[in-house]
């Protein structure tokens, strides 16, 4: 699985990646077959986004967050993206 982060209107540091990591870790317990993850982290306006897109072996998911903390927002479109993984593979099997 390779995690792609991109940083926009802030610099990206080594815990926000750390935190980033470890989160998207947790996704492997709920699908195996994920290629790639890719991470678009923004700042706008006192405004943190994160928006984030998972792609697997025949599916592409995507899920975005709002919040006041960087790492909110990052929990939080993990939760919706778990939750999409979750509905997926109960269609699936």
Known sequence: MQITITARHFELTNAIRDHV???CEKLTRYFDYIINIHFV???ENNRNIS???LH???FNLQADAEEKN???TIDEAVDKMETQIKKLKDKVT
């Open 56 to 58: 697997a072996s025949h």
């Open 51 to 53: 928006e984030m897109t």
């Open 70 to 72: 960087m790492y909110l």
């Open 41 to 43: 982290l923004s700042l």
């Open 21 to 23: 990591m470890s989160s």
